[in-house]
């Protein structure tokens, strides 16, 4: 044994300056098709001594001895290795791997092989994530996973996507738990893609028991790559350059029509009209304010690495670099990303192993206000009035004397924007790994994520008003003070875990796999802030917190701390029966500190079986090479609760005042019940599901179907006010989702053409079953110029729209009269809301639910083809069945532009049926909360479409190079919509239920990229 | 023994330590409690933990508006004779112009509020006493928090069983089991509020036994008066009359010579001031929840609308304005109370219909939260932060009240006696009669002497003349004499409590 190792050492480190003395020659093929594989590579093992077949399969490789061994590998197939010995002709037949159901997936503490998993995971490959430039970790899970919806918060560079697996199952926090590298991660922002070996997604109950409280949400698993055994060191450079720019500009009024409405508004608002749109066609186009706003940015991605093993030392090491500018702003919404990683492990002695996983990120982010209707460039942009120029004639800012207060000059807002976050963050576990008995071994594990961040603010003074012959500035244009903020935020959180495992095979048939394992972990948060207002000095570089006259009137502080805790055992039995029947069973206690006293410990089981019938004797159709149903049930928790809910805080502030000086005396009191018995938010998930692959792996199906209903929703119920204080929150709602989930993968060969097709969508329906006594409907999702448009309520989806059906337009004074009653001032032209409730009064009770945020299906499409040293990849993604809430534009306002729709205005009986007339008060009050604003979000989008082309490998061999491909790649290329606004993939923009409302929401921009992989 | 079964034991006792240091640490590691900041279980331990609890309840005193809040006067003198709603219009706050003809809705978000900021302090003093018992301190300072808290407990409950008639007893901090509480009935309330005023009363100093510095807490004589209007309520004339007198015997009080003094920012928390919840303008409080706001919105409420920047809500009525001129003169204390066209309104300009503004303009308006544009907060929106504190008992009510239990246990002298001084300070006429002429007498003053300081209503109702008085307004003596149980509380307690007879 001693001695192999000690060959192997020497191979490995002799490598290529080894002299070449035995020669072999010989085809490789495939089965039922003796042509040869041209193209095909053979390499020596441990060494880059390698070459490909030529066009007739045919090889010939020099070796240095008999102990060499050669690796014959191509693309779809399994590897194959070969001891040289005796032999001088190797012929080889590969076999196809494309048999999905052998690969081997990570799972809760531990990992099985596809086809003996019975709960629902899916799985994204390193290829597919690394196959189109992505920006976050998260944005790999969009549209690969069935089940698993993913949408852009903000089109800004470095901003954080939504992901929610089988849906939205909470009106809390449904974001799922991310596990990487056995860490528990608050958010994966921080991981540079390229570093990501494999994404596991434990979408049932089963697959993410075994993280109990935590696990209701969905659980995502990362693996980080490692080295591989005895894999030759290898170097790696990725990079890719490209453009970004909006692939969409709204339609809007220009100068001239904005001067017809403007005069129109006037005269029925019965005021004259303003002199200078006396004559609108002399004002022509006007000013293009998104064409002003918008921008060309670069974004740029170099990532180099290093890995290699031994058979008892495994290492990565990579850095990486990423930097993005933003289509709104460049620079002012910038993000740039540096990321170092070290994986290693060592073999130390035969029954010990330890390792450690280090990662280090340091990321700034520049930000700009985003998703709202008051203070966001693209708002303002979109709401400015087309009269206004961008700049006065004196090259400085010009501002709109129309539009009001909120609606500043965009491009004058941005420059005055000085918002920085930057972060640096360790992630870093180490682990020692003891062999006890033959197939049992003990891991004890330690972690820690540590973030130490801090935000720079400065708000500069600016008066835009010098011009004298204009009107003053509105105070959007103008601040009289100036302010810096500079706070400093820590998250540490630290975990240690030990896990037993026991893996054993009784007469060959049982194969037994028993888990047992605890865990500790502490999150802990410290924020410190201080400002300081009226700075003498007015320039960005002079905003620090000391640059003041008087201390003691400018300077200010805030602080905060939390800490929770976390204290676990859990455990796992797998028993298969001649890999035919498979059952597994899960339990977890989870003690957690934001429980109260009275409900210290949560108890999470599950249990789960399948069946592979093709396995059966019975089982004769051939065609179907794999065949399994699957079955779950368990039970999983929500701990996204608040770290003290359950307390009652008592506040200071609650003061009064005595003396003869009136002095303000401080007083504090309890402002809420407390409720020691809060707990987690309970999920109970059924799933049943069906994995198929057909022809030896050329087809691969599975599908899905689950209901999820989570119990003990946490929601403040109102308590009678006879209490004195505010309701706690308590465990009262009840939410369920049913979902259907299918995936499709065809994969086939014709000659060198090679080509995979697949597909996957999620079907999902979610209902509000309970809120609690009393059940109040939740109001959400504030417009400022039509008020809540949000609701969630008993027997509804989660955040639907709410609010008023329009009815067409009144088109005279009997249509009015003939109509239940809107309004004293209504008048011909204003639209007709329906009267629900038939009680001749339109008023609150005439509202009804009227859009629905959340998508009935949600899909993905892939096809990758590959000819001799090309590869195209197309990926579609898209939602099907939601809607938008359109709250772009300002209504509460008159003097702001309106979408080019507007023309289309009632001017008269019979001359519009859909959009009314125009008026500077909206008497009718036109604006609220209708289905007018509801529009369908439905999209498919061209997410990636990517050519590459590699060099041959006969080429490569020569220069000592395993692979270089260059590649181009458009993101975002076509997105097909009947959205009007900026973007339809609408994420969370506010809390859990504000959902599909688009208030300003900063567009993903289409990029053109062009990028390198080399690898040698 | 082999190296191997060494080696396996050893690593093994490894595994077990591990698990076992794990489990050791257990209940330590999973108990946290906030760390900046306190809870109901880590504080309530030190005197200053005290005192801090007993001005938090000191500020349900102010709380106005929703969601948790009242004006005095939106009861006593808007649902009286004595003033209508006011406002821009109809529109301006229609739910109280149904109040105030006494067809109002069941629910308003005033009610509800009422409700709210009564059972808020009340909440407040009940933690007080509670748990300030247990705390080792100052034993004098003990027993006079303790004292403001019963008083404070004891103010809301007044309000309440005024207003709702009876209401849930919430006599300590509720349990989760206890939310659903029924109703007491009112006289069990009164019992409360009796008894509370009573334990006041002992333990609490008399007005010159706090320190300058402590000047707005609550006093022996605060807690006095508000027991004399108690025992009133309960026609307990004859231990009224002693209570009362022993306020006047304590020497602590004196009416200030110039009725129009009082309501003036100097005239706060004068000589005869007994209880008087304290507003400053500059606190910069801002609109909505009311916890951190030391100011008042009545003065701007109160304010004409147009040039004098107010909403002109409570505004005087003819009737109202008609009872000053009653004797045959114009009673002086008519100029201290109401605005009449013409009149100066301080520093804001002179009170014409056109500075007012074209919609809505009254004759008359309200005098006493009359603020100058001098006096308001110098930051900060003025609108929440007006300053006038809000007189709830003064010398001359207790005065009065003595005078009208002096006559109902039939000491007419000392009832003339009393409602003479109150004349003597306006220098009018002593008032000679005898019989039911003097109780009336002693109505008439109450009406003048106190107007717009929202008692109106409440007196009409405590001696039975309501219905003579706002019968024409809609009012049915046994439905109106208290309003409705928010309709919202009914449902919020599954119907555990009962909406008062004929709502």
């Not at chain 1, 999470?604 to 699957?630: N, T």
């Not at chain 1, 004293?824 to 859009?851: V, W, Y």
């Not at chain 2, 110039?258 to 609109?287: P, V």
Request: charged share 20%.
């Amino acid at each position: 044994m001693k001695l192999k190792i000690l060959l192997l050492l020497l191979i490995c480190g002799i490598g290529t300056a080894t002299y070449s003395q035995i020669k072999i020659s010989g085809k490789i093929t495939e089965p039922g098709d003796p042509s040869g594989l041209p193209g095909a590579t053979v390499v020596q093992k441990g060494t880059t001594t390698g070459t490909a077949a030529d066009i007739d399969g045919t090889y010939q490789l020099s070796v240095p001895d008999e102990n060499a061994v050669l690796v014959f590998s191509y693309i779809g197939m399994k590897d194959q290795e070969v001891r040289v010995g005796k032999l001088r002709i190797i012929d080889i037949t590969l076999q196809s791997d494309a048999t999905l159901m052998e690969e081997v997936v990570v799972v809760g503490y531990g990992s099985q092989k596809r086809s003996n998993i019975s709960g629902a995971v899916s799985t994204i490959s390193s290829e597919e994530i690394t196959e189109l430039p992505i920006l976050r970790a998260e944005q790999a899970l969009q549209g690969r996973t069935a089940g698993v919806q993913v949408a852009q918060n903000s089109g800004s560079p470095g901003s954080a996507l939504t992901v929610r697996i089988r849906g939205i199952s909470t009106i809390n926090d449904s974001s799922p738990l991310y596990i990487v590298d056995g860490i528990p991660v608050s958010g994966i922002d921080y991981l540079n893609p390229n570093d990501i070996e494999s994404i596991n997604v434990l979408k049932d109950a089963a697959s993410s028991a075994i993280y109990g409280a935590r696990g209701a949400n969905g659980v995502v698993l990362i693996t980080t790559k490692g080295g591989k055994r005895e894999q030759q060191g290898q170097v790696s450079y990725d990079a890719y350059y490209g453009v970004q720019s909006p692939w969409k500009h709204m339609n809007l009024l220009n100068a001239r029509e904005y001067a017809i409405l403007a005069n129109e508004a006037h005269i029925a608002a019965g005021r004259a009209p303003l002199p200078e749109f006396a004559n609108p066609d002399l004002l022509g186009e006007g000013t293009n304010w998104q064409e002003a706003l918008f921008q060309d940015a670069p974004i740029m991605s170099h990532q180099l690495s290093f890995t290699g093993g031994s058979d008892r030392s495994l290492f990565t090491f990579s850095g990486g670099y990423f930097g993005q500018d933003g289509i709104v702003g460049g620079a002012k919404s910038g993000f740039e990303r540096y990321t170092a990683r070290i994986n290693s492990s060592h073999q130390v002695k035969k029954w010990l192993r330890l390792g450690s996983n280090l990662a280090f990120t340091a990321l700034t982010r520049n930000g700009l206000p985003e998703n709202n209707e008051f203070n966001t460039p693209l708002v303002r942009a979109l709401n400015i009035d087309p009269i206004t120029s961008v700049r006065k004639y004196d090259g400085t800012y010009n501002y709109s004397v129309y539009a009001d207060t909120d609606i500043a000059n965009p491009l004058n807002a941005i420059e005055q924007t000085h918002d920085t976050w930057s972060s640096n963050r360790v992630v870093g576990s180490a682990f020692v790994e003891i062999e006890l008995a033959k197939g049992l071994t003990f891991k004890s594990t330690y972690s820690l994520d540590a973030t130490y961040a801090k935000q720079d603010l400065f708000f500069p003074k600016y008066d835009l008003s010098i011009d004298t012959t204009l009107r003053d500035a509105p105070a959007a244009e103008r601040s009289v003070t100036n302010t810096v903020v500079k706070s400093d935020y820590t998250w540490r959180n630290w975990q240690w875990e030990n896990v037993l495992n026991y893996e054993h095979t009784f007469n060959t048939r049982h194969k037994i796999g028993v888990t047992l394992g605890t865990t500790a972990l502490e999150n802990n948060f410290v924020f410190l802030t201080g400002s300081n207002t009226n700075l003498p000095t007015n320039n960005v570089l002079d905003a620090y917190l000391g640059n003041t006259i008087d201390p003691r009137t400018s300077q200010g502080a805030g602080d905060g701390i939390s800490e929770a805790s976390l204290l676990s055992y859990f455990g796992r039995v797998n028993y298969d029966l001649d890999d035919k029947y498979l059952f597994s069973a899960t339990f977890r206690a989870d003690g957690s500190s934001r429980f109260g006293v009275n409900n210290r410990y949560g108890y999470f089981p599950s249990f789960s079986a399948g069946w592979v019938i093709s396995r059966e004797d019975f089982w004769k159709a051939e065609d179907i090479s794999f065949l399994k149903l699957r079955g779950s049930w368990g039970q999983n928790g929500n701990d996204k609760i608040g770290d003290y809910s359950f307390t009652t805080i008592v506040y200071s502030g609650q003061s009064y005042t005595f003396g003869p000086g009136e002095i303000i005396t401080n007083g504090n009191a309890p402002l809420e019940a407390s409720n020691p018995d809060l707990r987690w938010e309970t999920s109970i998930q059924t799933n049943v599901g069906l994995d198929v692959e057909l022809w030896n792996g050329k087809v691969n199906f599975t599908g899905d179907y689950y209901i999820k209903k989570t119990e003990d929703m946490l929601s403040r119920v109102p308590i009678p006010l006879v209490v004195g204080v505010r309701s706690p929150f308590q465990n009262v709602g009840t939410i369920e989702n049913r979902g259907l989930e299918l995936s499709l993968q065809y994969r086939d060969k014709v000659g060198e053409f090679k080509y995979s097709l697949g597909g996957n969508i999620a079907f999902v329906s979610t209902e509000v079953i309970s809120l609690g006594k009393g059940g109040e409907p939740i109001v959400t999702g504030n417009v400022f110029s039509a008020g809540n448009v949000s609701r969630t309520e008993v027997g509804h989806p989660v955040a639907a729209f709410y609010g008023y059906v329009t009815d067409g337009i009144f088109q005279n004074t009997e249509e009015i009269a003939a109509h239940a009653f809107q309004n004293e001032s209504t008048a011909p032209g204003d639209i007709r809301f329906q009267d629900l409730n038939g009680d001749g009064i339109i008023n609150e009770d005439d509202r009804t639910f009227i859009g629905n945020p959340t998508p009935d299906l949600v899909y993905g499409l892939t096809a990758d083809f590959q000819y001799k040293g090309f590869d195209l990849n197309v990926f579609v993604q898209g939602t099907q069945g939601n809607e938008i809430y359109n709250g772009i534009f300002r209504y509460d306002f008159f003097y702001t532009n309106r979408p080019q729709s507007s023309m289309e205005r009632w001017r008269g009986s019979g001359t519009s049926n859909f959009e009314p007339r125009v008026n500077l008060n909206d008497p009718n009050f036109n604006a609220r909360a209708s289905d007018r604003f509801v529009e369908d979000g439905s999209y498919l989008r061209i997410k990636n479409l990517q050519l590459g082309y590699s060099l041959p490998q006969s080429l490569l061999g020569k220069l000592q190079i395993q692979k270089f491909r260059v590649y181009v790649s458009a993101q975002n290329l076509l997105t097909v919509t009947k959205y009007s606004g900026l973007d339809p993939e609408i994420g969370t923009v506010g809390g859990a239920l504000e959902l599909g409302i688009d208030q300003g929401f900063y567009p993903q921009a289409r990029m053109f990229l062009t990028g390198v992989n080399l690898t040698f | 023994m082999k190296r191997k079964n060494i080696i396996t034991i050893g690593k093994s006792a490894f595994v077990v330590l591990l698990f076992l240091s794990l489990a050791a640490c257990e209940k330590d590691f999973l108990e946290r409690n906030p760390i900046i900041g306190s809870t109901l279980d880590n504080y309530y331990k030190t005197e200053s933990d005290a005192v801090a609890a007993i001005n938090a309840t000191y500020a349900t005193l102010q709380f106005e508006m929703t969601p948790a809040g009242h004006f005095r006067w939106f009861w006593g003198d808007i649902m009286s004779d004595d003033a209508v709603k006011g406002g821009s219009g109809d529109n301006d706050q229609p739910q109280l112009a149904a109040l105030e003809n006494f067809q109002g809705p069941t629910n308003t978000e005033y009610l509800e509020a009422e409700w709210a900021a009564d059972y808020e302090g009340i909440y407040r003093a009940n933690v007080v006493l509670e748990k300030v018992p247990a705390i080792e301190m100052n034993e004098q300072l003990k027993a006079r928090i303790l004292g403001e808290a019963h008083f404070i407990r004891a103010w809301f409950f007044y309000n309440l069983v005024t207003i709702f008639g009876g209401v849930p007893l919430a006599d300590h901090v509720l349990a989760p089991s206890e939310y659903n509480m029924p109703k007491a009935s009112a006289e069990e309330v009164w019992a409360l509020v009796e008894a509370d005023l009573r334990a006041a009363a002992a333990s609490l100093p008399v007005r010159s036994g706090y320190p300058a510095s402590q000047l707005g807490r609550i006093t022996k004589g605060a807690a006095q008066a508000l027991l004399v209007k108690t025992l009133l309520w309960k026609q307990n004339w004859a231990e009224a009359k002693t209570i009362a007198e022993e306020i006047i015997n304590s020497g602590e009080y004196t009416l200030v010579p110039e009725y129009k003094d009082i309501f003036t920012t100097a005239g706060e928390n004068n000589s005869e001031s007994l209880f008087e919840i304290q507003y400053m303008s500059e606190s910069g409080g801002n609109w909505g929840y009311n916890s951190n706001n030391e100011g008042t919105f009545a003065n701007v409420f109160q304010r004409a609308r147009g040039q004098f920047e107010g909403y002109g809500f409570n505004i005087p009525t003819q009737d109202f304005v008609d009872e000053f001129f009653k004797e045959g003169f114009e009673d002086p204390r008519l100029s201290s109370t109401v605005f009449r066209e013409g009149d100066q309104m301080g520093d804001r300009g002179l009170f014409t219909k056109e500075a007012v503004g074209g919609v809505n303009v009254f004759d008359f308006y309200p005098k006493k939260f009359f603020n100058n544009k001098a006096e308001e907060a110098s930051f900060g929106d003025p609108n929440p932060n007006g300053g006038t504190n809000d007189r709830v008992i003064r010398y001359s009510d207790v005065l009065l009240m003595h005078a009208e239990a002096s006559y109902h246990a039939g000491n007419e002298g000392a009832a003339r006696q009393s409602l003479n001084l109150v004349r003597d300070r306006v220098k009018i006429l002593e008032v000679t009669a005898t019989g039911p002429a003097l109780l009336d007498a002693i109505y008439h003053e109450r009406r003048v002497e106190l107007g717009l300081e929202g008692h109106r209503f409440f007196d009409l109702v405590r001696s039975g003349r309501a219905v003579a008085a706002l019968g024409g307004l809609g009012y049915v003596d046994n439905i109106h004499r208290v309003l409705p149980i928010p309709q919202s509380q009914i449902q919020a307690t599954n119907g555990a409590l009962v909406q008062n007879p004929g709502y």
